[in-house]
């Protein structure tokens, strides 16, 4: 029997759980259907909790990349922390946290980033969407500097509790990630 191909972990929240539709067309199940048609080897893994927080994802953290050893963690986590108005500082220190426990297991990290809306004002909002680009800088990662663009403010493209896409935008949050996730693919 052939080993299995390395594999992709999708750590994140209920956009990339497939909240509201069916979990086969949602963008992570999109993608493992996008890497098998274009000849990747990899097994994509949704490790994503809808509502989850960067404090339960980093509790959850361990025993996923024990399980699973990924190749490739997409991190996409922090939005629910944001809408929440959770600590900047907790929530930097998770992810940051996170990362180096997903480097140190030997894998590559995507981070995600997200925005929110200007509930905690204009100084949360800004410095929640920033941080995330901080630590890929710091940590030279690829950022998708926000998974939700084009499809946010796009009703047909949202759910009616305009939060989460619905399936007609879940191809379009996977057009986000590919263009940062594809160098650090590896064909058989």
Request: net charge positive.
């Amino acid at each position: 029997m052939a080993a299995p191909g390395p594999t992709i972990v999708v750590f994140g929240d209920s956009l990339s759980a497939a909240y509201g539709i069916r979990v086969e067309e949602g963008w992570v199940s999109l993608l493992q259907k996008r890497l098998t048609s274009q000849g990747y080897g990899y097994r994509v893994v949704n490790a994503s909790v809808s509502g989850e927080t960067t404090a339960g994802g980093l509790a959850r953290l361990p025993r996923a990349l024990e399980l699973h050893r990924p190749a490739i963690v997409i991190l996409e986590l922090g939005g629910n922390d944001g809408l929440r108005g959770l600590s900047l500082d907790q929530v930097r220190t998770n992810l940051d946290s996170m990362i180096r426990q997903s480097r140190a297991a030997g894998a590559r990290v995507l981070l995600t980033g997200m925005r929110v809306p200007p509930n905690y004002g204009p100084g949360y909002t800004e410095k929640f969407h920033g941080l995330f680009a901080d630590l890929a800088q710091r940590y030279r990662l690829p950022l998708v500097p926000f998974l939700m663009e084009n499809v946010a403010l796009e009703k047909g493209l949202m759910q009616a509790d305009g939060l989460h896409p619905n399936e007609r935008g879940q191809p379009l949050l996977l057009d986000q990630i590919w263009p940062q996730l594809q160098p650090l693919l590896k064909r058989d």
